[in-house]
């Protein structure tokens, strides 16, 4: 059977973009028209995910309700005759289910993944960071080619990954290839932040992830690791160790990665989604090169 669930880690703090995060979860800020997460939500329904659960913690309750439906508010918008907001709301309602766990301390990560097991079990399963958007407005095939292979080969460990930049590489977890380098890559070891001059490529780890059942086995007995939290990394590592397969899907060159983790990707995210919007993109590029020509 294909996989049709995936687990949205949305539980960090998002200290790197205080004060915007105090209240509110960074995967509500808004990108464009649309909070990071709803882009990801479509992102796996376009991928045939059929259930979404999301890990959450303390002050993540905006989360919850954005994905619920809002009876009254559709009432008014309906009443009021105003159509086109009222399909603003639409989203992929009818499509995907919504289940939400709690991490309630956040341990990393790895942590993160490990709480949905009781909800999981026993089966393959795919991940999406609730603070990544891949591709433009979210058109990317990554997730649908990621779950392809997995039909495909039955590997434990698929990951999407992107060259970055050499000094780059110490933020991200990074694969060591086994064989040519593709837009499929098979892997033969995995390092989380290693620093540039121990880093074996500079394929990073973006953000999306499909796993066999057997990386619940190997989080349960990774003990943290960098950080104090317990790696995602570490466990994808230990399955590869223990004969597990690994490989990695590249992203093709239209998929630009959108991070929202700090403030600089978060405001070059934003700008890209706006100067791209059917309605405003037009205005707000003539209004971008008006500021720049006046300050250069
Ligand atoms: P990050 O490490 O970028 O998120 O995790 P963070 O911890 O919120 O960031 P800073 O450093 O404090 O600014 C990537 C994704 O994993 C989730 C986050 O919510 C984010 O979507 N995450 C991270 C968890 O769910 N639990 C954790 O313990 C850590």
Do not use: W
């Not at 009432?75 to 309630?104: P, W």
């Not at 058109?139 to 590997?155: F, H, K, P």
């Not at 060591?176 to 932040?193: F, H, Q, T």
């Not at 405001?267 to 309605?279: E, V």
Request: glycine letters at 8%.
């Amino acid at each position: 059977m294909s996989i049709d669930i995936a687990v949205v880690p949305v539980a960090g703090h998002g200290t790197r973009l205080l004060p915007a995060t105090k209240s509110q979860p960074k995967e509500m800020l808004p990108v464009g028209r649309k909070p990071v997460v709803q882009y990801v939500a479509e992102e796996l329904s376009a991928a045939q995910i059929r259930r979404v659960l999301f890990v959450t913690g303390a002050r993540k309750s905006a989360i919850e309700n954005h994905f619920d439906e809002d009876q009254s508010l559709v009432e008014y918008l309906r009443e009021s005759g105003r159509e086109e907001e009222l399909a603003e709301l639409e989203f992929d309602r009818n499509k995907v289910d919504y289940f939400y766990t709690r991490q309630s301390r956040q341990l990393g990560l790895g942590h993160a993944v490990l709480c949905a097991r009781p909800l999981v079990g026993n089966q393959p399963f795919a991940v999406a960071l609730g603070d990544s958007i891949i591709g433009l407005h979210a058109q990317s095939t990554i997730m649908s080619r990621m779950l392809e292979e997995y039909d495909r080969t039955g590997a434990d460990v698929i990951v999407a990954v992107e060259e970055v930049p050499p000094q780059d590489v110490k933020k991200y977890g990074i694969i060591e290839p086994a064989g040519p380098i593709g837009n499929r890559i098979d892997i033969r070891r995995l390092v989380e932040k290693p620093a540039v001059n121990e880093a074996p490529s500079n394929l990073a780890i973006v953000g999306r992830y499909v796993f066999s059942p057997r990386i619940f086995d190997e989080l349960a007995l990774t003990k943290p690791g960098r950080g104090g939290e317990i790696q995602l990394t570490d466990a994808m590592q230990r399955v590869l160790e223990q004969g597990g397969k690994g490989v990695a899907m590249r992203l093709l060159p239209g998929e630009k990665r959108f991070d929202i983790g700090n403030f600089g990707s978060y405001f070059r995210a934003f700008f890209d989604f706006a100067i791209s919007d059917p309605k405003y993109g037009e205005s707000l590029r003539a209004h971008a090169r008006k500021v720049l020509d006046r300050e250069g």
